[in-house]
C-alpha cells in the first residue's frame, strides 16, 4: 500500500476514535404519566402501532436507541433530531397543548405524513419498519384529520 | 505489516468511512398535496389583503412557482378550507409570523422593500389569531 494512503486513513481512523470524546447532548427520556396522546384522545390500535414505530424515536418521551446511536457522528445526528423533534411534537406530551396548537399540531401532521415529509428520509435508511406504506399513510393522514374535527367541536 | 497493525489501518478507516456516509445522506422532501372540502366563507379584510399581496402571495398562490410553498399555504385557497383546517392555518400564520420564518431570509436577503414592517406583522398576527380564536367559538 502506498505509504501517504496508510497515513490517510491513520488519520481518518484516528479522528473517528477521538470524536467519539466529543459529548452528543442525548436526549433522556422522562415520562410524563396521564399526558400521552392514547390517554388522552382516542387512537385506534392500527394508528397507535404505525406512530410508535415510525414516529416515537423522535417525537415521544420513549425514545430507543439502538448502538450506533451511542457512536458519533451518529450520536449527534441522532441527539439533534431527537432533540429538534421533540420541540416540536412530543405524543407523550399531548395534553399539555392548547386546543390551538392541538389542530395545528393534527394538521402538520397530517400534512408531514401525506407529502411524506416525515418520517425523515435518513431514518427511514435505517427503520425498514418505518418506511411506511400508502396505506399506512393515508391511516395516519385521515386519522389526524377525523381528530382534529373532533378537537374542534370539543 | 504487523498483522495487529493492519487490522488497524484496513478496519477502522473502514468503519469509519461507513459512519461518515451515513451521516452524508441528507433529507429529501417530495410529495402531492391533498384538497380539504370547502366549507366556509372568510373574507380577509383589505389591510390584510395588502400585507399578504406585498409579503406573501408572490410565493403562496396557486399559478406560484414554489412548489413548497403551495403545498403548505394557498393564500387565494384560504377562504375555501373546511374551519378546522382555516383554524390550523390561521394559527401557523401567526407562528411563522411571529418566530420570523415568513417571509423566508434567503428571500428577503434580494427583495429587502418585501419585508413585514413591525405594525404590518402585527396586524397580521392580531387578525390571524382573532379569526380563529372567531371561528373556534361559533
Not at chain 2, 366563507?41 to 412557482?65: A, M, R, Y
Not at chain 2, 414592517?117 to 372567531?134: F, G, H, I, N, Y
Request: aromatic share 10%.
Amino acid at each position: 500500500m502506498r505509504k501517504w494512503i496508510m497515513n490517510a486513513l491513520i488519520a481518518v481512523a484516528g479522528l473517528f476514535v477521538i470524536i467519539q470524546f466529543f459529548p452528543s447532548g442525548r436526549p433522556q427520556n422522562k415520562p410524563v404519566t396521564g399526558k400521552d396522546i392514547a390517554s388522552v384522545t382516542e387512537v385506534p390500535e392500527e394508528v397507535g402501532n404505525l406512530i410508535r414505530q415510525a414516529c416515537f424515536d423522535c417525537h415521544s418521551q420513549n425514545t430507543r436507541f439502538p448502538w450506533y446511536s451511542y457512536v458519533a457522528p451518529v450520536s449527534w445526528l441522532v441527539a439533534k433530531d431527537v432533540n429538534n423533534g421533540r420541540k416540536n411534537l412530543d405524543f407523550s406530551k399531548w395534553g399539555e397543548l392548547s386546543k390551538k396548537d392541538k389542530l395545528k399540531t393534527l394538521d402538520e401532521i397530517s400534512e408531514m405524513v401525506g407529502e411524506e415529509e416525515m418520517p425523515l428520509k435518513i431514518y427511514i435508511l435505517m427503520h425498514s419498519e418505518a418506511n411506511l406504506k400508502k396505506e399506512d399513510r393515508d391511516l395516519i393522514v385521515q386519522w389526524a384529520d377525523e381528530t382534529a374535527e373532533k378537537v374542534f367541536e370539543e | 505489516m504487523k498483522k495487529s497493525k493492519k487490522v488497524f489501518v484496513i478496519w477502522l478507516p473502514a468503519l469509519s468511512a461507513i459512519f461518515i456516509l451515513l451521516t452524508a445522506f441528507s433529507y429529501f422532501g417530495s410529495g402531492t398535496s391533498n384538497t380539504p372540502p370547502p366549507d366556509d366563507n372568510l373574507v380577509i379584510p383589505e389591510n390584510i389583503n395588502n400585507i399578504f399581496d406585498k409579503s406573501c402571495f408572490g410565493c403562496h398562490n396557486t399559478e406560484s412557482k414554489n412548489d413548497k410553498a403551495k403545498e403548505k399555504f394557498l393564500i387565494d385557497k384560504l377562504p375555501g378550507l373546511s374551519k378546522v383546517k382555516m383554524v390550523s392555518k390561521l394559527d401557523k400564520i401567526n407562528e411563522m409570523v411571529e418566530k420570523n420564518e415568513m417571509p423566508p431570509e434567503k428571500f428577503l436577503a434580494k427583495f429587502p422593500d418585501k419585508a413585514l414592517t413591525p405594525e404590518e406583522a402585527k396586524a397580521l398576527r392580531e387578525w390571524a389569531v382573532a379569526t380563529s380564536d372567531l371561528l373556534l367559538k361559533k
